[in-house]
């Protein structure tokens, strides 16, 4: 479970660096990079060594969960982006078509 935190966190700084650069298309490799860790790790009964790795982990998707919640309310082409968050970093619903048509 270790290698697992470790690459979480990994991932997880990844995600605080898009976040801070604003880097929509960055923070969604990110999220589903860890998405696909998750998955493909659903082993029970694994234990973690280093609980302040995990501390750490811990303390970083909180942090990053109030800076999403901040770019949100603060950057709306972040929050628009191909594929928007909310504010639990969950990747929302896919958003309708952005065109617009006029006729004259």
Do not use: C
Request: glycine residues 4%; without cysteine.
């Amino acid at each position: 479970m270790d290698g697992l935190v470790e690459e979480l966190l990994r991932l997880e700084s990844a995600k605080h660096k898009a976040l801070v650069e604003i880097d929509a298309s960055a923070y969604d490799a990110s999220v589903r990079a860890q998405l696909r860790l998750l998955s493909a790790s659903k082993r029970s009964g694994l234990r973690v060594s280093s609980v302040e790795r995990l501390l750490s982990l811990s303390q970083l998707i909180t942090l990053n969960t109030r800076l999403l919640q901040n770019l949100i309310s603060t950057t709306p082409w972040f929050a628009f982006s191909k594929n928007s968050y909310t504010a639990e970093g969950r990747v929302a619903a896919p958003a309708t078509s952005g065109r617009v048509s006029v006729e004259a």
